[in-house]
């Protein structure tokens, strides 16, 4: 179940317009040419990539000096409070002459996966997966708990990022090539508020269970 959420999860970024596909479709469209929805799609990936797997590593940090259920608490108070700023403080992305390398786009996705709390909402789900490997530890369960986090977050980074960048590129291609963003003033879906009520949801979901 939670591997199923770790690619649901990057399914669900790739296909949120903030978190990069039209920044995609925008260059793409500035340029002219396709070209420039593919040279962009790199490292917008990059980007998410990295700023999901700082709030692993931190995590695995934490959890070597912390209990899992200590932890769990603290992510659940960050989800709730990312959460409802994220619903206070809702704005779309805007878009205006864009002259972008690719290190600016990496930091500029980045910056936008850390402000929607990317990696805070896999955490969950990856401290769950650790379970297991906590257990077994037995009588070492402190050393366990140190070393068992980072390689399972690893894994699920990588499966994560995965989807993220297919559904990233499909869309981008899809929207770019097929629809035109003449569909979002048509057919706008407010995923930016779906993502912030899940975080809330998700903390309090921690909190009584």
Not at 21 to 38: D, I, P, T, Y
Not at 54 to 78: I, N, W, Y
Not at 81 to 97: D, I, T, V, Y
Not at 138 to 149: C, E, I, R, Y
Request: charged letters at 5%; hydrophobic letters at 60%; a positive charge.
């Amino acid at each position: 179940m939670e591997w199923n959420a770790v690619l649901f999860l990057g399914a669900y970024h790739g296909i949120n317009p903030g978190m990069g596909w039209l920044f995609a479709v925008a260059l793409g469209m500035q340029q002219g040419s396709s070209r420039g929805v593919w040279r962009a799609v790199p490292p917008i990936a990059l980007g998410h990539m990295a700023a999901v797997g700082v709030v692993l590593l931190v995590a695995g940090f934490a959890q070597a000096v912390m209990p899992v259920s200590t932890l769990k608490l603290v992510v659940a108070c960050l989800l709730l409070a990312f959460g409802l700023f994220r619903l206070w403080r809702h704005r779309h992305p805007r878009f205006g002459g864009m002259q972008v390398s690719f290190r600016d786009l990496t930091v500029w996705s980045f910056l936008m996966a850390s402000a929607h709390g990317a990696g805070l909402m896999l955490l969950p789900f990856v401290m769950d997966m650790s379970q297991p490997v906590l257990a077994a530890g037995g009588s070492h369960m402190h050393h366990t708990s140190a070393a068992s986090l980072p390689w399972v977050g690893a894994l699920a980074l990588c499966l994560h990022t995965l989807a993220y960048l297919l559904v990233l590129a499909s869309a981008a291609w899809i929207v770019y090539q097929k629809l035109g963003l003449a569909l979002l003033r048509k057919a706008w879906v407010n995923l930016d508020l779906i993502w912030s009520g899940a975080l809330v949801a998700t903390g309090f979901f921690i909190l009584c269970f």
